[in-house]
């Protein structure tokens, strides 16, 4: 028995590990060749792996797109969800609202950071493939619903500023902290990433609170 659970693990960890290779081949390709241009046979040579491991671990290239995105967004490939990771907790559990909004400043550029690359592949892709315009509604509507707690916490903890309602807080918090702004400030400006943490938590006091 110990010896088939020792095989049992190694395997898993051998599958794993596979997975991870496959994943970042294609990122690699992604972003060299575009989307389109990533073939499963050039992931597969990149990863060392044989198209049917391509196919076997992730069965399309979209998902490994997605997968790309939920492993950028997570930090890691541990299936636990992102509201349920020790950084958006200790956002969510602190009840001072500036000092709340910092922290999420700072944990929410971290996580923009990894993701705003896979997110730039998935919009050149959507120009030509329709299921790839579909990911993006999804994810868009994932990251707007994941703001909805600290929306309601911050209303809950103090007045936010007038004319401000939950929805328009996530609104807020959702567009501040997307991609593309994130990006046209790092990249287009050339801010560092502390200048952005800085100048999104100021904007966010600024624009929610009174």
Do not use: C
């Amino acid at each position: 028995m110990p010896k088939r659970t020792y095989n049992s693990t190694r395997r898993r960890e051998q599958a794993r590990q596979t997975r991870r290779q496959i994943a970042e081949a294609a990122m690699q390709l992604f972003t060299e060749r575009g989307y389109a241009g990533a073939t499963i046979d050039a992931i597969a040579q990149a990863a060392g792996v044989a198209p049917e491991s391509v196919y076997s671990n992730f069965g399309s290239k979209r998902k490994i797109l997605w997968h790309l995105l939920d492993t950028s967004v997570g930090g890691d490939d541990e299936r636990v969800h992102l509201l349920d990771r020790p950084e958006p907790q200790a956002v969510l559990h602190e009840d001072d609202p500036r000092k709340q909004l910092a922290l999420f400043a700072a944990n929410i550029t971290d996580i923009v950071e990894r993701a705003a690359p896979v997110f730039e592949i998935m919009r050149g892709a959507a120009k030509t493939e329709p299921e790839i315009a579909e990911l993006i509604r999804t994810a868009l509507h994932q990251r707007r619903r994941n703001m909805m707690p600290l929306a309601r916490h911050l209303a809950a903890s103090g007045p936010l500023r007038e004319g401000i309602d939950s929805s328009k807080a996530v609104d807020t918090l959702w567009t501040l902290t997307s991609p593309e702004v994130f990006r046209l400030l790092t990249v287009d400006r050339g801010w560092s990433k502390q200048q952005y943490v800085d100048w999104l938590t100021d904007s966010l006091i600024r624009l929610l609170l009174p």
